[in-house]
């Protein structure tokens, strides 16, 4: 049973520029998680999604920043115009029911 | 606001030494802790868990013990191995709150002498 798969593991981009994190979640678990973490810092809690429904982003700037579960397809974390502050890795969890998150390898973005 | 931190940034141990790392946390509604472990360019892996109604479980060369009166948790590994080498994060999660939201610590870097 393959794990949380993440793509791109890394991703460079200029200020200005959109970036699209893409998280397949393990077989049979409809629900997803995004957190980001600063370099040296612990994990931080972005939202929450099951299939074609946002659960909870509370934890997601307002603004550039989306985030989507399609009915087919990976979860997709969005930028738009990224800045510097936005550089951290990605890490997507995801779950069969709510309870244990199973940790992807996380995409690193750098922005420059 | 209230949240989850760590006392030390950074623990060296010899290989075959037990190794304690600690985690303070300040929500006293807090009733439900895991730690994780995450290598060097890997997501967070779960080590081990325990709920607020016990003070200490037990898994395979790992222990966690719960000291809700000083609201601090440890985990311990028994004969550190090199491969046990990495950050270690205490997590939390509140009661009544959503059951999915973990909250984080700063983390423990674990150096594992050979």
């Known amino acids: 049973n393959a794990g949380v798969m993440q793509n791109p593991r890394h991703l460079v981009r200029r200020r200005g520029q959109e970036a699209r994190l893409r998280c397949s979640p393990m077989?049979?678990?409809?629900?997803v998680y995004w957190y980001r973490q600063l370099p040296e810092e612990g994990l931080k809690f972005m939202v929450y999604?099951?299939?074609?429904?946002?659960?909870?982003e509370s934890g997601m700037p307002k603004e550039r920043f989306s985030a989507e579960f399609p009915k087919e397809g990976p979860s997709i974390l969005r930028i738009q115009q990224v800045v510097r502050g936005d550089s951290a890795a990605y890490f997507c969890?995801?779950?069969?029911?709510?309870?244990?998150?199973?940790f992807g390898p996380g995409t690193r973005l750098t922005v420059l | 606001g209230e949240s989850v931190g760590l006392h030390l940034p950074t623990l060296s141990v010899q290989e075959g030494d037990n190794s304690i790392i600690n985690c303070a946390y300040s929500?006293?509604?807090?009733?439900?802790f895991i730690w994780y472990k995450q290598e060097s360019g890997k997501g967070p892996q779960f080590i081990i868990d325990?709920?607020?109604?016990?003070d200490k479980r037990q898994g395979q060369r790992v222990t966690v013990l719960l000291n809700k009166t000083v609201k601090h948790l440890s985990l311990q590994i028994a004969a550190t191995q090199p491969g046990d080498s990495a950050v270690y994060f205490c997590?939390?999660?509140?009661?009544?709150?959503?059951?999915?939201?973990?909250?984080f610590g700063k983390g423990t870097l674990l150096t594992v002498n050979p």
């Open positions: 969890a995801s779950s069969p029911a709510g309870n244990e998150q199973f």
């Open positions: 077989k049979g678990h409809s629900h």
């Open positions: 999604l099951q299939k074609e429904n946002i659960i909870d």
């Open positions: 929500n006293s509604a807090s009733d439900y």
């Open positions: 325990i709920r607020s109604n016990m």
């Open positions: 997590a939390e999660k509140e009661r009544g709150g959503s059951n999915y939201k973990l909250t």
